[in-house]
Structure formats: structure tokens, C-alpha cells
């Protein structure tokens, strides 16, 4: 069965520092997510996009969060500078064209900025 | 592993039991909802839909009710496994590209 795929499972990092997370959606999915889970809630979104242009941003802080799908397929998201707020589950999904879908989860990247 | 959510509100059922999970929804224009479940340091895993022309759909040991009068949305597992045991949330969509916003979570506690 085909998965959303992430990396690192876990990262620790010092505030200040830079961090990237990796995300490959399910093949032939053009629509990719990237959310925050924080401890105790739901996903929170952070960015959308459908193939290589991003149509929902409004949530990302973009003082010091980046995010990229150049060729349309995996997904880059970044931050720098971390900020000891930023530690959560950084959730990647993705679904075929993003029209009242289903969203396939990956298993998220654990961030622990100390 | 560590907790998904330390204070959800929890649901304890006996192995073999019926289990209902409840969420109401916010957007009375949302017409697509998803069950997820969250196994403890997981990514949501798919467990089934349903639209809003629908007012009951079911899986396997699964079945999900809407009732759009009151915005509400329920999961029923049948005879709960303790491989149940997760938090389980439900999440609303409104037609076109629009944002999945989830509920709170909660947690079944399956006791074997």
C-alpha cells in the first residue's frame, strides 16, 4: 500500500538553529500538506500545495518558516530560525487533487528545540 | 512511545465491547468529515468517511453517523480490540481546496 513517506522521524535541535523536514506524497498525488501537532491537539495547517504552487499559506509563519515543492512531487519545509515554541509533530499528508478528499497522513517528524 | 495527547477526554471500554466516539463540528456548510485514528508518536491514519449527503455509512467494524440538525458526528467501533486503543479524531472539510480543520481528539482506552 503506498504511504506518505517523511524524514527524520525525530529531530533535536537548538533554538537558533536552522531545521529542514522531507516529505514524498503518495505517487500521483498532486495536492501536499504540511501541518503542526502540537501535544494534546489536532493538526493544525500550515501550508497547501497543489503541485508546485503553494494556495494556502495564511497559517505559515513566514518570518522563519519556508516551505517548497519545486518539480511538484516532494515537499521541503524549513525553519530558521527555530524558536523553542516551534517543538511539535510536523505532520506531512497528501491527497489526489485536493477537491473534499481524503488527506493520507505520513508519520510526521518529532521536533524538540531546547 | 510517548503520548499523543496528555489531557483528551477519555473514553474506557471493555475488550469486546461497543465503542462510541463523539464530535461536533463547527461549519454547518462542511460536507465532507473524516474519522482518524493517532496511535502514540504516529501520523493520523484514515479509518472512514463520509459525506454530507449521507447520514450513516459503514466499514469494517466501523460506522460513522451524521446528523447535520445538530452538527454532530459519531464513530462506532464494534467489539473493541486493544489495538483500538488510540486517539481518535474527527475532521470537517467544505467543498473545494479548503483547509481539513480537525476536533478535539479523544482517547479510547481499550482494558483487556
Known amino acids: 500500500e503506498a504511504e506518505v513517506a517523511q524524514s527524520p522521524r525525530y529531530k533535536i535541535t537548538e533554538k537558533s538553529q536552522a531545521v529542514a523536514f522531507w516529505c514524498d506524497p503518495i505517487s500521483g498525488h498532486a495536492t501536499l500538506y504540511w501541518y503542526r501537532q502540537i501535544l494534546g491537539q489536532g493538526p493544525e495547517l500550515l501550508v497547501q500545495f497543489q503541485d508546485e504552487s503553494v494556495v494556502d499559506d495564511s497559517q505559515l509563519p513566514k518570518d522563519r518558516f519556508s516551505a517548497e515543492r519545486l518539480k511538484g512531487v516532494d515537499s521541503t519545509l524549513k525553519i530558521q530560525p527555530a524558536e523553542l515554541g516551534d517543538s511539535a509533530m510536523y505532520l506531512c499528508a497528501s491527497s489526489l487533487t485536493g477537491l473534499g478528499e481524503t488527506q493520507y497522513f505520513g508519520p510526521g517528524t518529532r521536533l524538540l528545540v531546547l | 512511545g510517548e503520548s499523543v495527547g496528555l489531557h483528551l477526554p477519555t473514553l474506557s471500554v471493555q475488550e469486546g465491547d461497543n465503542s462510541i466516539i463523539n464530535c461536533a463540528y463547527s461549519n454547518s456548510a462542511s460536507d465532507y468529515f473524516i474519522w482518524y485514528k493517532q496511535e502514540s508518536g504516529k501520523g493520523p491514519q484514515f479509518i472512514i468517511d463520509i459525506r454530507s449527503n449521507m447520514d450513516k455509512r459503514q466499514g469494517q467494524r466501523v460506522t460513522v453517523l451524521l446528523n447535520k440538525t445538530v452538527k454532530h458526528l459519531s464513530l462506532q467501533i464494534a467489539a473493541t480490540q486493544p489495538g483500538d486503543s488510540a486517539v481518535y479524531f474527527c475532521?470537517?472539510?467544505?467543498?473545494?481546496?479548503?483547509?481539513?480543520?480537525f476536533g478535539k481528539g479523544t482517547r479510547l482506552s481499550v482494558i483487556a
Open positions: 475532521a470537517e472539510n467544505y467543498s473545494g481546496n479548503t483547509p481539513l480543520v
